[in-house]
């Protein structure tokens, strides 16, 4: 096994620790998030939910005391039309009208008991907004993680050429084998040529076309 084979398996596996790492670090990481999410949302709905009761409550009980005094109230009506007794029906409508005020304000005591309790914080959309900042926040140390696997992968192999290609190039280049290329010929245009010839095999011209 060659020296860069050994050195590409030693990172590889230091990169494959590194991997491993970072998904373990973000699957507690996400649980975390779970348990916090599961727990905020428990409380938020367990905070309104005996308002809610006891306002539910309190609006079965205005539509029943609207629905009687609107039968009696009818009861009254019919009674006039037969009887043609005003005052009495004057003090049903004097007593449906206050039985209607109090229903009235029973209503608005509900609605903003309702209304205080939802605006109560933190609201479920506050507990998402703190998820998603904390993820966010997560993200960045996941991300410092990702980058040193990239880099540790980018380091598996050299992308700059091996000294001993290099040492090669200059050898084939510098030390007169175009002379030898051009045997009897040296004028300097087939010397020329074959120093192009070379430079075209070893792919040298490639390198500087790039």
């Known amino acids: ?34 348990v916090r999410l599961e727990e905020e949302m428990r409380e938020r ?14 609006q079965d009980a205005i539509v029943a005391g609207a629905s009687e005094v609107k039968r009696e109230l009818e009861k009254s ?45 933190p609201s479920a959309v506050d507990i998402i907004e703190r998820m998603t900042k904390d993820l966010l926040k997560l993200s960045g140390s996941w991300e410092s993680s990702a980058r040193e696997i990239d880099e540790a992968i980018a380091d598996v192999v050299d992308v700059n050429a091996p000294i001993e290609m290099i040492e090669l190039s200059r050898e084939l280049n510098n030390n007169g084998y175009d002379l030898i290329l051009a045997g009897d010929d040296r004028g300097p245009e087939n010397i020329e040529k074959c120093r192009n010839k070379i430079r075209q095999m070893t792919g040298e011209d490639r390198i500087n076309q790039s």
């Open 45 to 58: 709905v367990e905070a309104v939910q005996a308002i809610l009761n006891e306002v539910a409550s309190i």
């Open 1 to 34: 096994m060659g020296r860069n084979e050994r050195a590409a398996k030693t990172t590889l596996k230091e990169a494959t620790a590194l991997a491993i790492g970072i998904i373990d670090n973000v699957r507690h990481d996400l649980r975390r998030e779970e």
């Open 77 to 121: 009506k019919k009674r006039m039309v037969k009887t043609g007794d005003r005052e009495f029906m004057a003090t049903q409508i004097i007593g449906s009208a206050t039985r209607l005020g109090e229903l009235r304000i029973l209503h608005l005591d509900a609605v903003n008991r309702i209304q205080g309790v939802l605006a109560r914080p």
